[in-house]
């Protein structure tokens, strides 16, 4: 059984439908936002320590990409919940589509930032060739797990179910 597209349901009609969605979504970032806000404190933290002054300005840049994105994603993350506080409870389909926007935008927020941060960090301890090795890994692994992989599960020959179960999908997609 497939969620049904969010430009067919109603805020009034579909209000239950739309509101397990929501709640699906806001326990999902429950979930992610701990850990994106550890990165970011770290992150925050960096510049104050003996070693930092050691980095060249290819490091400073990697740096302050991981540090911006890392920001970026903690506000894409937080914001399906300020949008739960904020925004017109009668909004029901607009605040589940900007949800899972920003989800999603945050979640490609957060692996700009560690793959910048593991280029940092890879490229200061084993050398710039190292860097790039470990950091083309570690973009395939995020590509091939958050993204090829999620569009093509129950697809023929994937050997994954060709429907999630009921309730599996509690965010829902617009």
Same mark, same amino acid.
Request: proline content about 5%; some cysteine; overall charge positive.
């Given at each position: 059984m497939r969620?049904?597209?969010?430009?067919?349901?109603?805020?009034?009609?579909d209000?239950?439908? &739309?509101? $397990? $969605?929501?709640?699906g979504?806001?326990?999902e970032? $429950?979930?992610?936002? /701990?850990?994106?806000?550890v990165?970011l404190?770290?992150?925050?933290?960096? %510049?104050?320590?003996? @070693?930092?002054?050691? +980095?060249?300005?290819a490091g400073r840049a990697?740096y302050?990409?991981a +540090?911006?994105?890392?920001?970026g994603?903690v506000v894409c993350l937080l914001? /399906?919940?300020?949008?739960h @506080?904020?925004?017109l409870?009668?909004e029901r389909?607009?605040? +589940? *589509?900007w949800?899972? @926007?920003?989800?999603? #935008?945050?979640?490609? &927020?957060?692996?700009?930032s560690? &793959? *910048?941060a593991?280029?940092?960090?890879?490229?200061? #301890?084993?050398?710039?060739a190292?860097?790039w090795?470990?950091?083309?890994?570690?973009? #395939?692994?995020?590509?091939?797990l958050? +993204?090829?992989l %999620?569009?093509t599960?129950? $697809?023929? =020959?994937? =050997?994954g *179910?060709a429907?999630p179960p009921p309730g599996?999908? %509690? =965010? =829902?997609? /617009?």
């Amino acid at each position: 059984m497939r969620d049904a597209d969010l430009r067919e349901l109603d805020d009034l009609a579909d209000r239950d439908e &739309l509101r $397990r $969605r929501y709640y699906g979504l806001l326990q999902e970032l $429950r979930v992610v936002l /701990p850990g994106v806000q550890v990165l970011l404190a770290f992150l925050l933290t960096a %510049p104050f320590t003996d @070693r930092f002054e050691q +980095l060249d300005d290819a490091g400073r840049a990697a740096y302050t990409v991981a +540090l911006a994105a890392s920001l970026g994603a903690v506000v894409c993350l937080l914001t /399906p919940t300020v949008f739960h @506080r904020v925004a017109l409870r009668t909004e029901r389909t607009a605040r +589940l *589509a900007w949800g899972v @926007r920003l989800t999603l #935008v945050g979640v490609s &927020l957060l692996a700009v930032s560690l &793959l *910048a941060a593991l280029w940092c960090v890879v490229r200061y #301890v084993y050398g710039t060739a190292a860097g790039w090795v470990f950091t083309g890994a570690g973009a #395939v692994l995020v590509i091939s797990l958050w +993204l090829v992989l %999620p569009l093509t599960a129950g $697809r023929a =020959g994937t =050997g994954g *179910a060709a429907t999630p179960p009921p309730g599996s999908e %509690p =965010g =829902g997609r /617009p």
